[in-house]
């Protein structure tokens, strides 16, 4: 008995996530009411083996946190500084792995993203940050994807200033963009790059922001049914950070809730129509006057046009000496697909490969 009604409920639960991810199949009750309360995840109910009744509320629970946990679906749960692994210990980990919509009241830290991480993560100006997205808390296997699935879109990274970053509410800060990755080339997007990428993104924090608490939003924008307005599947998780820096900028913010429309470009988009660009939603990247960040593989609209080989030298150089010019530092990127930094390393790091888009002094 018990047995047959758990069989019911996994088929429904599993049907919430396929409505979730088919918005045209959203308006049915059931998988509605299902998907209005997710439960927390790890959430626990201690079965009472002589009530039947919590019985089949433990059932439920167990049910019900699996469906949170759904393949494909993501959240951003770990973090780096330079190179070293932070583990969870400054994110504020989202309640569940399901989507949020663009306009929802939940979009600046996701479902539970008030709560407090362990603690706050010590950065400079001029890190290189990276953050981990996998699909199972606590998983970080790289055989399985980040984010699974067909679940195509850009990676997009903010920061806000705030007051502390262990109380701050996401909702009421002001946020301004530090990277992004879109369209890479044809059926290749930030999110394949991630996947590619054990799941990390890499960003610099912009050298010349001015120090202290922050938060750092960061967010994938699956497009896989963006083709409807209220489509788009967003995945973020905030990062508490203190800042240490010499600089005084205070770039200009936008809101989340807020900073996204239904109807913007890069949320309501056909990811199987034609097209050969993709404009990354919300304001420009902000990157302090230094080298664009890292990750950012081309710009946000990218056209994924064959480049033109560059004309033949007129003159011949006349000394086989290293041209002199800007050396990228420990960490900083030194090559990779549409980067047009420096390539060379200053002593002693060495110009090391990660992937096609990105290779990085180490
Ligand atoms: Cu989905």
Known sequence: MVYVLAFGLTRRAKDTHY??????????????????????VGSVVEPNPHSLTSMKLSVL????????????????????VNG???????????????????????????????????STCAVNAGDTVSVEMHQQPGDRTCTTEAIGGNHDGPTVIYLAKVDNAATAQGASAGWFKIGQTGLVRTDYWGTDVMNANCGKVDVKIPLDIAPGD??????VIALHVAGSVGG????????????????????????????????????????????????????????????????????????????????PPVTTPTSATVPAGPQATHFQQCGGSGYNGPTVCASPYKCTYSNDWYSQCL
Request: charged content about 10%; some cysteine; glycine content about 6%.
């Open 84 to 118: 070293k692994d932070q583990a969870g210990t400054c994110v504020r980990k989202p309640s569940t792995n399901n989507p949020v919509g663009a306009t929802q009241a939940d979009m600046a830290c996701n479902v539970g993203g008030n709560n407090p991480a362990p």
């Open 232 to 311: 788009a599947q967003l995945y973020m998780s905030c990062f508490q950070l203190k800042i240490n820096s010499a600089g005084k900028a205070s770039p200009p913010t936008v809101r989340f809730p807020g900073a996204y429309s239904p109807n913007d470009p890069g949320i309501l988009f056909n990811l199987y129509g034609s097209y050969s660009t993709y404009t990354v939603p919300g304001p420009a990247v902000y990157t302090g006057g230094s080298a664009p960040a890292p990750p950012s593989v081309p710009p946000s609209s990218t056209t994924p046009t064959a480049t033109v080989p560059p004309p």
């Open 214 to 219: 922050y938060l750092l939003r960061a967010e």
């Open 19 to 40: 409505s979730y991810c088919h918005p045209e199949r959203r308006n049915i009750p059931t998988y509605k009411r299902f998907f209005l309360s997710p439960p927390k």
């Open 61 to 80: 629970a167990a049910l019900l946190a699996s469906a949170t946990t759904i393949n494909a679906h993501a959240t951003f749960q770990q973090f780096w």
